[in-house]
């Protein structure tokens, strides 16, 4: 009796690695290689996007609210520690009043401490024309004084799903009174 239980014990772990198989007869796994075909996918292009940034702070309805500080923020000549919320709008001109093309979504935070260079961590939610309900996604570092600041597409939604790229801003115009800004982007993407 006691040879036999080991192999008891034996056939029945390899009775439960037969049988726990799953019923498809298909092999558990965790990724596979896929044709961009199977899933709609055409042939990629590049597509130019420009459009104004409208970071309000002022006033009754601003359009980007500071939502953390560090202890030091406020001491700090570039704000360091500062985390803003925003869902500014997207124009197709400089003024706020020019037609609306989508939102900008996201947060932005004071992540250097000898520049004003923020981390920025945003959607553009676009609603106009071929692109509404599509979405860029940014997140790059935006030194804020520099004529032009460049910050990658990490991906996309909608029309924009796989994308990749850049984003090219340039601020049009800074109020330092009131700390509002409007900036201009010019965003190139690839995508399906």
Not at 63 to 83: D, E, K, P, W
Not at 92 to 112: C, E, F, H, M
Not at 138 to 152: C, D, Q, W
Request: aromatic share 10%.
């Amino acid at each position: 009796m006691a040879k036999t239980l080991p192999s008891i014990i034996s056939a029945i772990i390899l009775f439960t690695i037969i049988f726990s198989a799953p019923a498809t007869g298909k092999p558990n796994r965790f990724s596979r290689q896929v044709s961009p075909a199977t899933l709609g996918l055409k042939r990629e292009k590049l597509s130019h996007l420009h459009f104004y940034f409208h970071d309000i702070v002022s006033g009754r309805s601003p359009t980007a609210v500071q939502v953390a500080r560090a202890a030091m923020t406020n001491h700090s000549a570039t704000l360091f520690g500062g985390v803003v919320m925003m869902d500014d709008p997207l124009t197709v001109g400089p003024n706020v009043t020019s037609k609306l093309v989508g939102r900008a979504q996201g947060i932005y935070a004071s992540a250097d401490q000898t520049e004003t260079a923020f981390l920025m961590v945003v959607n553009f939610a676009f609603m106009e024309g071929k692109y509404n309900g599509s979405n860029l996604s940014i997140l790059g570092r935006n030194a804020v004084y520099s004529t032009v600041r460049e910050m990658p597409v990490v991906g996309g939604s909608g029309l924009f799903r796989f994308a990749r790229g850049y984003a090219q801003a340039r601020t049009h115009t800074f109020d330092l009174k009131t700390g509002d800004a409007v900036v201009e982007y010019n965003v190139y993407v690839f995508h399906y």
